[in-house]
């Protein structure tokens, strides 16, 4: 109850001076009040301490999920580099394959032709 009347009073003296409570810094009370030893001063303001706590926590939570979209747009960067690397050895293995593949089939056309050398050689001989 005593509170209510303090605020009340806080108002109303504001009020005889023209200015806003915010505005108030301090009044004296009318002779005669019980409430002689009240000073009107301007309350310790609340929302602004909360309003900077809650800009804090949005900055910190607007950092945390930048950070999280800059790792996902690192592992996405990361998983498009890993499949293209895997493609490029996958073609470059493809490439080594046929190399070797054409590489036999050319040592065995070689070796074909020295060995049907040989038997047209030994049949001239013979001849």
């Not at 806080?10 to 301090?26: D, E, F, I, N, Q």
């Not at 950070?67 to 996902?72: E, G, P, R």
């Not at 498009?80 to 073609?91: G, H, M, P």
Request: hydrophobic residues 30%; glycine residues 4%; contains cysteine.
């Amino acid at each position: 109850m005593k509170s209510l009347m303090v605020h009340s009073y806080k108002v109303s003296c504001s009020a005889l001076h023209g200015r806003s409570p915010a505005a108030s810094t301090h009044c004296t009370l009318p002779s005669g009040s019980y409430l002689t030893s009240v000073s009107c001063k301007r309350p310790h303001n609340v929302g602004t301490g909360l309003t900077k706590r809650l800009s804090d926590a949005s900055d910190s939570l607007l950092l945390h999920m930048q950070n999280k979209s800059d790792v996902k747009a690192s592992s996405k960067w990361m998983k498009l580099e890993y499949t293209r690397f895997s493609k490029e050895l996958k073609a470059h293995k493809a490439h080594a394959e046929h190399e070797h593949n054409s590489c036999q089939v050319m040592a065995n056309h070689d070796h074909e032709r020295a060995m049907s050398e040989d038997s047209i050689r030994q049949l001239k001989l013979e001849i």
